[in-house]
Each structure stands twice: as C-alpha cells, then as structure tokens.
C-alpha cells in the first residue's frame, strides 16, 4: 500500500514538472513575435500585444496559482479576495521577472537563428505559400552546417 502511494506521489510530482516546463515553454513561444519585432527589425509594434498578454496571464498564474517564483508557494484564491498591495506588488515583480526572462531567452533564440529566419523570409519571398517540410527545412539546414 506504501508503495502505491509512493509511485502515486511521483507521478503527480513528475505531471505537476510538465507543466511547469509547458507552461515556461508557452510563455517564451508567445514572447517570440516582441523578440522578432525587437531583434530583426530593432523595433516594437503593437502586432505582439495579444502574445504578450497572454505570456502575462500565463506568468501571473505561474506565480500567485501555482508557486513557481522565487515567492514560493503561495495562492491568491478568489479574485474578490483582500490581499495587501506589498503581496501585490511582489507578484507583479515576479510576474514581470518570468517575463523578462523569457523574453530575453527568446530574443537569443532569435538572434542563434537569424539567418535559418532570413532564409525563410527569402522562400517566402519567393513564393506566398511554404509546405512544413519547406520550413524545417530552413532551419535543418543551419544544424547540419553546425
């Protein structure tokens, strides 16, 4: 019986790692447009805002639902609730933290991929429709070269 509850808890703590890894990992995809925007055009447009809000949405509820900030483990519960403003304002800063992070890794993922990017842009060029093999390809062909 132990041992059920062991494996029980290992699985949990393995599914609840997931989404933490998910979640940071959809974070950073929705910052890559600001990264695009910031990197290869040295500019910021609003076309990033519904990304960057949804990359907040998903930090915010990385840190006051689930505890996954330098804050630990803490919960805001129901929206109506009081909470004081020095709680507040602690995680909007991780908040922001996470998002700066993320922001700042897809920049260099943007930056490491610049020219497998440009080498798309030029396809697209080219021809208005790209088939997926046409666009792994881009990017497949700077990691045989490497």
């Given at each position: 019986?132990?041992?059920t509850?062991?494996n029980?808890?290992i699985q949990?703590?393995k ?11 959809t974070s950073l995809?929705?910052?890559t447009?600001?990264?695009a ?6 500019t910021?447009?609003?076309?990033a805002s519904n990304d960057i809000e ?5 930090a915010?509820?990385m840190?006051?639902?689930?505890g996954?900030s330098?804050?630990g ?5 129901q929206?109506?609730q009081?909470h004081?403003?020095?709680l507040?304002?602690r995680?909007e ?5 996470i998002?700066?992070?993320q ?8 930056t490491e991929?610049q020219d ?5 842009v030029e396809?697209?060029?080219?021809r ?7 666009i ?7 990691e045989?070269?490497?």
């Amino acid at each position: 019986m132990t041992h059920t509850r062991y494996n029980a808890k290992i699985q949990r703590a393995k599914g609840l790692l997931e989404l933490a890894a998910a979640m940071y990992e959809t974070s950073l995809s929705f910052q890559t447009t600001r990264a695009a925007e910031q990197v290869l055009l040295a500019t910021m447009t609003a076309g990033a805002s519904n990304d960057i809000e949804r990359a907040v949405e998903i930090a915010r509820k990385m840190v006051s639902e689930f505890g996954m900030s330098r804050l630990g483990p803490i919960h805001l519960g129901q929206p109506d609730q009081a909470h004081s403003q020095n709680l507040l304002d602690r995680i909007e800063e991780a908040t922001n933290e996470i998002i700066g992070i993320q922001l700042q890794r897809a920049c260099d993922i943007v930056t490491e991929k610049q020219d497998c990017i440009a080498r798309l842009v030029e396809l697209l060029m080219e021809r208005d429709t790209l088939d997926s093999n046409e666009i792994l390809g881009c990017f497949a062909e700077r990691e045989r070269a490497a």
